[in-house]
């Protein structure tokens, strides 16, 4: 049972993120949301073109683990009460993560996209789970993908856990900068008051 949860995982969370959401914010505000590759720089482009790297890799990876088991050359642990915690603990972790981005997609309202849409200022979202953190749907994603990377402990797993965490944070700095330009001193003082990922961590001083 335990090696079909990582893709049980992903396909839930990319139902929920690229299918439900952008559905739902059709049928609400008239657009899908997605604005991804829609930028002149480079940079962000290539940002995007990694996001969709790693949701290819951990699909595949999964699936693969779903039909045959790796080999235990390729996981960091493969038995042992270490594995049975780590299983037990990326269960947890993953469906946690999953439900932290549902539940924060749908309080960032019609101001929700995937990809930064520097044309439109659709309103700055501070309560609901944006009363403790800036970035609670990347905090979910993360926690998805160690939970991903606890259940099918492989080194790529590993790999993918540390880019998407490196991703993350430079996809935070370019959306802030944005944030920044377009609501001035309210996203400044928010940015003051709320953590990055965290209500603790990462208050802009």
């Not at 606890?150 to 430079?170: C, D, E, K, N």
Request: with cysteine.
């Amino acid at each position: 049972m335990w090696r079909y949860l990582p893709l049980a995982g992903v396909v839930l969370l990319l139902s929920i993120a690229c299918c439900l959401r952008p559905l739902l914010q059709l049928r609400r505000h008239g657009s899908f949301g997605i604005f991804l590759f829609n930028s002149r720089g480079l940079t962000q482009n290539l940002r995007d073109f990694l996001l969709i790297l790693l949701a290819i890799l951990l699909l595949g990876q999964a699936m693969v683990a779903a039909a045959h088991p790796p080999p235990a050359a390729l996981l960091v642990t493969a038995s042992g009460l270490a594995h049975e915690i780590l299983q037990v603990t990326g269960a947890i972790v993953m469906f946690c993560g999953i439900g932290l981005v549902a539940v924060a997609q749908l309080h960032l309202g019609a101001s929700w996209r995937i990809g930064i849409d520097a044309s439109t200022q659709p309103g700055l979202v501070t309560d609901g789970l944006y009363r403790c953190s800036r970035n609670p749907i990347y905090l979910g994603l993360l926690m998805t993908v160690a939970g991903y990377a606890a259940l099918l402990p492989t080194w790529l797993s590993i790999g993918l856990l540390i880019g998407a965490y490196l991703g993350v944070r430079a996809q935070t700095t370019a959306e802030e900068a944005y944030l920044l330009k377009t609501y001035g001193d309210t996203y400044r003082d928010y940015a003051r008051r709320v953590g990055r990922f965290v209500p603790w961590l990462g208050k802009n001083t």
